[in-house]
């Protein structure tokens, strides 16, 4: 990769950018579209979101194609998971034509046959790692399993439970997410849910909160039907049990970062259960939206300690504050296995309160439930 002047493409895109502000996400669908019409199906009909994602994306990744050890795991998943929109290596050339022709069109007389040269040889590089691993998954996994919602069950206005069918159960690990497309009610949107229960059976558990103004969380949180289909994109995530993990567990859950938890516990208890306190945290007492399920899972698992604590409800008579606060001053953490997910800021927020307290960083890993 050493040919290839990473800097002077960056350089080359802020000038493009600066130039060109959104307008530059219009002319490469703009380009594609009407040059690849085949490649128009695979976005969703309103493209106001994803304007700028892929462009922002795609930049960002080819102008650090010299990051190889940390940029070819994650392509190598990223091409995989392309499989679910129905690209096909095919598709790779036009995507690549199209960059390059926004770039030529908003870089002006800026624009040289060494930057053509070294944005397509970026181009080609990560293309080929997306594409050949996305070939070799061909081979053994299909690119997306179908499935059918058979229960919705509303706990609170912007809360619900799903529980969606599969054919054939969905290859994933305690503790990730798969990408979900709501087929019946949203099709072609796909966003990360995280399945609340451990995989080999065919029903998936899945707890959706709404965002205001979200397509896919309102969709599922208020629309969704038994009867509606869905599709599962292939699993995402390394918030997985380390196999051979001896060390006692603390999860800690803020709202819907509960449900790789559950399927954490889910996990554990059939590997024959460790040592785990699990912290849940709510802004109130309403939101304690699985109190049910969770009091269960305490009183069958003599192994699992459950506390919840609701930052924002003076009624509530439990304990108190902020999860990651109260998790962190709970008990000695530093010889822990330790998991944290929920919002990007209580995440933030609770890994630093951790690590101050003396967790060391390789033993925690964590999910943020913001936009992947
Ligand atoms: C790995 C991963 C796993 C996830 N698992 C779950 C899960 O199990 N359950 C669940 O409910 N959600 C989960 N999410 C979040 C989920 O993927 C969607 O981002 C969320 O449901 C919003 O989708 P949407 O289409 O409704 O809104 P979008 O169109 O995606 O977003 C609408 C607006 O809200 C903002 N926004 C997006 N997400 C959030 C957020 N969390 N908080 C505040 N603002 C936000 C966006 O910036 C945008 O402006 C997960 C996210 C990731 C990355
Ligand atoms: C080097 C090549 C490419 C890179 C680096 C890349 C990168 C990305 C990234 C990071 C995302 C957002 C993450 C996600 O939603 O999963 C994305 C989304 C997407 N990409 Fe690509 N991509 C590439 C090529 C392609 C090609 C060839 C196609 C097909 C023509 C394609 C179609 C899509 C679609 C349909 C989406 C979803 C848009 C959305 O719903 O937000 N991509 N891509």
């Avoid at 399920?293 to 459950?306: F, G, K, S, Y």
């Avoid at 609701?310 to 998790?327: F, I, K, M, P, Y």
């Amino acid at each position: 990769m050493a040919d290839i002047d990473t800097s002077a493409l960056k350089e080359n895109f802020a000038t493009v950018a600066a130039r060109g502000g959104d307008d530059v996400a219009l002319y490469f669908y703009s380009y594609l579209f009407l040059k690849y019409p085949e490649t128009r199906e695979m976005f969703p009909p309103a493209m106001t979101r994803q304007r700028d994602r892929l462009v922002g994306a795609l930049v960002r990744i080819v102008t650090n194609v010299d990051n190889g050890a940390v940029l070819v795991p994650y392509l190598e998943d990223l091409g995989r998971d392309h499989r679910k929109f129905g690209t096909l290596t095919a598709h790779y050339p036009a995507v690549g034509e199209a960059l390059l022709a926004t770039l030529r069109h908003f870089s002006g007389d800026t624009w040289t046959d060494r930057l053509a040269a070294d944005w397509a040889a970026a181009y080609g590089v990560v293309a080929a790692a997306m594409s050949g691993a996305a070939e070799t998954a061909a081979l053994t996994d299909p690119p997306y399993w179908d499935a059918e919602i058979v229960e919705v069950d509303r706990r609170t206005f912007d809360i619900a439970v799903l529980t969606v069918r599969t054919g054939v159960p969905v290859p994933y690990r305690a503790g990730q997410s798969l990408a979900v497309e709501p087929s019946t009610l949203r099709p072609r949107e796909w966003r990360w849910y995280t399945p609340a229960n451990a995989p080999g059976g065919r029903d998936i558990e899945l707890h959706a909160r709404l965002i205001p103004g979200g397509p896919v969380s309102t969709a599922l949180v208020r629309a969704a039907a038994p009867g509606d289909r869905l599709r599962f994109g292939p699993p995402f995530g390394r918030m997985t049990l380390d196999p051979a993990g001896q060390r006692p567990l603390l999860m800690v859950a803020g709202s819907t970062g509960l449900a790789p938890m559950k399927a954490l516990i889910d996990q554990v208890a059939r590997d024959g259960g460790r040592r785990t306190h699990l912290y849940f945290g709510a802004r109130s007492g309403r939101e304690v939206y699985d109190r049910d399920a969770v009091a269960a899972l305490d009183e069958r698992h003599p192994w699992l300690t459950v506390i919840t604590a609701v930052s924002d409800d003076l009624r509530w008579t439990g304990v108190q504050g902020l999860v990651g606060e109260v998790a962190a001053a709970g008990g000695e953490w530093s010889g822990h296995d330790v998991y944290v997910c929920g919002s990007p800021v209580m995440v933030e927020a609770t890994v630093k309160q951790l690590l101050a307290v003396g967790v060391p960083e390789p033993q925690i890993r964590f999910e943020e439930f913001g936009e992947a």
